[in-house]
């Protein structure tokens, strides 16, 4: 069973349209990541919650933000899409306790922008 | 030096051979290092881990060969079967902290059966 659930799958929005994806996790996980793949590259690190402290890269462009309402929840919103953002787009979670630092990765949102 | 850069960018290895992925790393901060097994339309999953206090890690059929000195780390898949076909990804983390992922650009697999 899924651990980590993007919805959707696939999203196409319009240039400048802005565009909500979503992750959900069921495994009470404490941190959650968002990173964005592009076409054979390594995926990049946008943002992430440490519980509900929200902590944003440096070079992540004002045009993406954050929501993260509870433990299982966590959302991207993109608030003004351009062509370059295209992408894949990965949740991620991690354990907070403990010496384990794997990430468990859902199967990631596609989004194009026409 | 927050890089962590990966080779070959693809392989294409007979069924039964030895693949072998390679990385290497700058930060000397890093002390986990993780690879990552992704399918198409799925998300990565951790294949295999190290820390740099062993030169080897093996699960398997995967072995991880890490050469602290040189800053190098290595993936090395054993009788490599059609399965294995998948996109690989090295990353790099500092095991505190934000334990972010600094991840390799990838290796895209293909074993011909």
């Known amino acids: 069973d899924a651990m980590v659930i993007q919805n959707p799958r696939y999203q196409v929005t319009q240039f400048g349209k802005p565009v909500t994806l979503s992750c959900s996790q069921t495994?009470?996980?404490?941190?959650m990541y968002w990173y964005q793949q592009k076409s054979s590259q390594a995926p990049k690190l946008l943002f992430h919650y440490y519980d509900k402290d929200f902590n944003n890269e440096a070079d992540t462009p004002d045009n993406f933000q954050s929501r993260r309402p509870n433990t299982s929840f966590c959302f991207l919103d993109i608030r003004s899409p351009g062509l370059g953002d295209a992408a894949m787009y990965l949740c991620?979670?991690?354990?907070?306790?403990?010496?384990?630092?794997?990430?468990?990765f859902g199967a990631g949102t596609r989004l194009s922008v026409l | 030096q927050q890089q962590v850069k990966q080779s070959p960018q693809s392989l294409i290895v007979q069924k039964g051979g030895i693949s072998i992925i390679n990385c290497a790393y700058e930060?000397?901060?890093?002390?986990?290092f993780p690879w990552y097994q992704q399918f198409p339309g799925k998300g990565p999953a951790l294949l295999i881990a190290?820390?740099?206090?062993?030169s080897e890690k093996k699960e398997g059929r995967f072995t991880i060969s890490f050469n602290k000195s040189a800053k190098q780390f290595s993936l090395h898949i054993m009788d490599s079967q059609p399965g294995d076909s998948a996109t690989y990804f090295c990353?790099?983390?500092?095991?505190?902290?934000?334990?972010?992922?600094?991840f390799g650009t990838g290796t895209r697999l293909k074993v011909l059966a």
């Open positions: 190290i820390r740099p206090d062993v």
């Open positions: 990353a790099a983390s500092i095991d505190s902290g934000t334990y972010k992922y600094i």
């Open positions: 991620a979670t991690r354990e907070l306790s403990g010496s384990k630092n794997i990430q468990y």
């Open positions: 930060n000397t901060a890093f002390d986990y």
């Open positions: 495994l009470n996980h404490n941190v």
